[in-house]
């Protein structure tokens, strides 16, 4: 099993900025990717960024040129810097790691208790 720590997250004004880290542990035999979704009040839980052991990310449309997600392939720990934030950027964020438990094992979720996330106008 894989247990996902996250920290960070909170309160700030619109233009400001905010970061989130999260911690894996536990025992797994490969990460596919780390990444960050976010859930509103009333919408669906969206990807906000990922990113793989090889260091390519993917990242929303509504999110790019203000946020960047990195790694610690070492620490297993996968952090989202959020700059620029608006209003529209308040939900809970959800730390999310795919991965397997053997070479051919089908990829499994897991998440992150989540860490709320507001932004004021």
């Known amino acids: 099993q894989v247990q996902l720590v996250e920290s960070g997250g909170g309160l700030v004004q619109a233009g400001g900025s905010l970061g989130l880290s999260c911690a894996a542990s536990?025992?797994?035999?490969?990460?596919?990717?780390m990444g960050w979704y976010r859930q509103a009040p009333g919408k669906q839980r969206e990807l906000v960024a990922s990113?793989?052991?090889?260091?390519?990310?993917n990242y929303a449309d509504s999110v790019k040129g203000r946020f960047t997600i990195s790694r610690d392939n070492a620490k297993d720990t996968v952090y989202l810097q959020m700059n620029s934030l608006k209003p529209e950027d308040t939900a809970v964020y959800y730390c999310?790691?795919?991965?397997?438990?053997?070479?051919?094992?089908?990829?499994?979720?897991?998440w992150g208790q989540g860490t709320q996330v507001t932004v004021s106008s």
């Open positions: 999310n790691l795919r991965g397997r438990h053997s070479i051919v094992g089908v990829p499994i979720d897991y």
């Open positions: 536990g025992s797994i035999f490969s990460i596919n990717t």
């Open positions: 990113i793989t052991n090889g260091g390519n990310t």
